[in-house]
DNA sequence: TATGAATGAGCCTTCATTCAT
DNA sequence: AATGAATGAAGGCTCATTCAT
């Protein structure tokens, strides 16, 4: 049974990341891992039961730092539609860092794969937007009367699809994102 | 070149469709498929050349059907915007319709496919879409400016979306689209 | 069990035996003999027991044909030194014109393949080869006295050799070896 | 680079010469291999990268044998003629005892395995004997005048042939070799 | 008899996971 | 605890051979 030491741990989840960030889950293998970490495999694997529950750590670390710093927005004295924009800022660049993860990120937002078991964050992040937006919905808006999540999906959505076919392109990119927004807002 | 039995062939697209619709390409084995299909791996190989291929074809089948009903629209004696909104339910019904296409289309659009070369058809569908889009931009619109493609790839995505997360509530969908869409014009 | 027709038969050995020729057993398919026979695999199996029996008999009638080539020399009004030299012409032509099937002689030769079951052919070429070289040597040779095949056996080897190593050197070539055959018997 | 100890790889080595001695490169699997040495392929894969390195290093390995007792013959002081009869009777012993060793040596004289890229060691060896050769050649000579490697080739390939088919007979197959040389120079 | 689609064992190679040291 | 060599199940693909038509 693997035993685990919280400073060892850490510094794995960081390396896989790391790896993970720039490579599909396919092309990494788990001596990379070790390797990055300076140590055996067989020292990994007292810390890991195995590679996929690595995986998922990792992305649930991931998505945690991406809404650690959203929590970060939401104490700043800006208003809420400064906060969205913010968001999609903090999002946008956290999906443009992370190579490897967009992948997985798009997966779970599309339900892509199954076996990325729910792992809740989707979710999460979906209803933090969406309790945003609802702020800034007119009311008799049909958005808000219905509280569906529409909207905050869309956002979510669009940023990882133009990150994937226009990189290179942040302002502009963000620029139609808030464009958007607005004019849906308006 | 292999013998094309016309019966077996699209059998083994609709079986692939299948498959690669839950699973991504490498959790796939062609063993899977020839189960599927009910026949020998071997004889899989007899009308499909490699995994590749057999990958890219499904790929290739499922925008191509979405393609030819949406070229029917065009012949219609409609205005460009009743058009759009047409294409928006072509895309809708069809990606609803055909549980298969759904993964394909969400990969191809995102690129989660890029090592698969690409085949042309995602470019092809968005710009048939941005060609309409271009016509009801305002002039001085930075959109229609930059004539960048941003405002279609965001349809596409938004449709697949909304059909994956809201199913069986087409009407929700396709208005929430096209009120975005209105407002994003206005 | 496969009905022989003698026709076809042969047509099978000699469609084999040109492609056997220019490539090796493993270069060459069923399906490319069948397809050169302009017949299904199926049928070519109704003559033909195996991939390997087929080669083997091709493997034959290859030898058979340079031995008839050989004994075609024997009836000529020459001596018997001219004879010999006659021999290694036939051979390093017959030899130089196959390629595919060379690599088996070399494994006879050479004992190198033992599933190529010894057909006893490389014995009947050496005896015949020694029978004539015997007729050459001195007597009080050493080789006469002792009757072994070493001088054939190294002709013949020689032959091979300098058809792979110096091809498109046939005049050199030959003249090597009838030098090292007349300095050995002089 | 795959760890390499020095036991397993000299084991890995002679194994697969000891199979590839009495199969050509198609017969031989690495499951073979693997199972003669007693370990797993995936094991036999730490030590050796693919089934045609293996191959050329058995060559390799064969041949540089040989050549390394030839330089200590080079030392020798004494003629070059028996410097020459001492090639031989290395190249004779060296081929005799180690079995593995001959059939490499064949397919690699006869350019059997062509398709394995070159090794150049074969090159080496001729070239060597041929050195030494030219020097005891006459002027005037055509060998000599057109300095080609043919009775350097001839002389390996004999030794070969002599040990596959008249096992046991050393001294009777030295004698003829050299004989043969002899005459040839005189 | 002829056909050729179907079969499936077999091959090379990879890599997550284990375990003796 | 740490190591990393060993393991062997898989996976993509080929091709000799079979058999239903």
């Not at 956290?94 to 490897?100: C, L, N, Q, S, Y």
């Amino acid at each position: 049974m693997p035993k685990i030491i919280k400073g060892i741990n850490e510094n794995i989840i960081a390396c896989a990341m790391k790896l993970f960030e720039h490579h599909d889950y396919e092309e990494i293998d788990m001596k990379m891992i070790a390797d990055e970490l300076g140590i055996a495999v067989g020292t990994l694997y007292n810390y890991v039961p195995n590679k996929k529950t690595l995986y998922l750590n990792v992305h649930k670390m991931s998505w945690q730092k991406t809404f650690d710093r959203m929590d970060q927005k939401d104490k700043l004295p800006i208003s809420d539609r400064e906060k969205i924009e913010e968001y999609i800022v903090v999002l946008y660049e956290d999906i443009e860092k992370r190579k490897g993860i967009r992948r997985a990120l798009i997966k779970n937002i599309t339900s892509l794969s199954e076996d990325i078991e729910a792992n809740g964050i989707k979710e999460r992040l979906i209803s933090k937007m969406n309790k945003l937006l609802f702020l800034l919905m007119k009311d008799g808006d049909d958005s808000k009367e219905h509280n569906d999540n529409r909207l905050a999906e869309t956002l979510i959505t669009t940023i990882l699809v133009m990150v994937e076919l226009h990189p290179g392109e942040k302002e502009k990119n963000i620029t139609f994102i808030v464009k958007m927004l607005n004019s849906f807002l308006r």
